[in-house]
């Protein structure tokens, strides 16, 4: 109330959430890896110069060996004689996909499941709690490894698969704020007066959850991203030849000392990719978190 009467009286107004994202250096930086790499996946078709399922006689060497990055080819050839950078743009495809439709359904599942428990206590708290303790004490990646193996690896499958072991975090996250929210005393108001708990929950407690949900959804994407690379790289992810930047290096590590750049190249691009995903999420909880504001 007084920071808005203030700015009225001022004639100044807060800057959006872009407006400050782009004021800042790094998440600057992350914002533009992001964009290219998303731009390089929705454009793929027009941006590819070759299909990236073509095995080209004209690419290996005389004795079968990848080429290295030339004018035709500009980051070289695989083992079969196909075209890095353009597995590597539609690789783009594969990571994003799964890096948004697994962490969109991790965050789904988490917020739902910390919500609960922190809202309605009792045996509610206890049954979803200590099922999500359960499931952090398994090591993520183990636990991918052995969903992985039980079902026919495909693309929809590892998205489900890694949003079955990242949901545990982000329940942690707001169970623990729902828990702080439900005691203020404008929840106990609503509910004091007849409020049913569908209209705290949407109307009073959600929306003071946004922002971490949001800062977590962001960050969680970089994590999603490395993880399906680690499963495709052990072969247990989206499978060749559909090309995804993890099972790029997966195909071709036997050729890493006499062609790096096929193992090289794509571990950029994914660490990248990573990367941007990470400053953009340290940016908006500097942001969102109003114990960071006034820090930057």
Do not use: C
């Amino acid at each position: 109330m007084s920071q808005t009467v203030a700015e009225k009286n001022t004639g100044t107004q807060t800057p959006s959430v872009m407006v400050r994202l782009l004021r800042r250096p790094l998440a600057l930086t992350g914002l533009i890896i992001i964009a290219v790499v998303v731009l390089a996946a929705v454009f793929a078709p027009w941006l590819a110069p070759y299909n990236p399922y073509e095995q080209f006689f004209e690419g290996l060497t005389i004795e079968g060996a990848p080429l290295p990055p030339n004018a035709q080819f500009w980051f070289g050839t695989d083992l079969v004689g196909r075209d890095l950078f353009s597995r590597l743009i539609y690789g783009a495809q594969t990571s994003l996909i799964i890096g948004v439709v697994a962490n969109g359904i991790a965050v789904v599942i988490g917020s739902a499941v910390g919500i609960s428990a922190g809202y309605f206590r009792g045996w509610v708290d206890t049954v979803l709690m200590r099922f999500t303790d359960l499931m952090m004490a398994f090591p993520a990646l183990l636990l991918a490894i052995v969903l992985a193996a039980i079902f026919s690896p495909s693309l929809w499958i590892v998205a489900m698969v890694i949003a079955m072991v990242n949901w545990v975090q982000i329940a942690r996250v707001t169970y623990t704020e729902t828990r702080s929210i439900a005691e203020r005393d404008f929840v106990v108001a609503e509910r004091a007066m007849g409020a049913g708990a569908g209209r705290i929950l949407f109307r009073h407690i959600l929306p003071h959850l946004l922002s971490t949900i949001i800062v977590w959804a962001t960050l969680g994407i970089a994590t999603t991203v490395l993880l399906e690379a680690t499963l495709s790289f052990l072969g247990i992810g989206v499978q060749p030849p559909i090309p995804s930047w993890g099972n790029i290096i997966f195909e071709n590590q036997t050729y890493f000392t006499s062609a790096p750049w096929l193992v090289f190249i794509p571990g950029v691009a994914i660490l990248a990719l990573a990367l941007g995903f990470n400053l953009v999420g340290d940016a908006l909880r500097d942001i969102l978190d109003p114990t960071q504001q006034g820090r930057h």
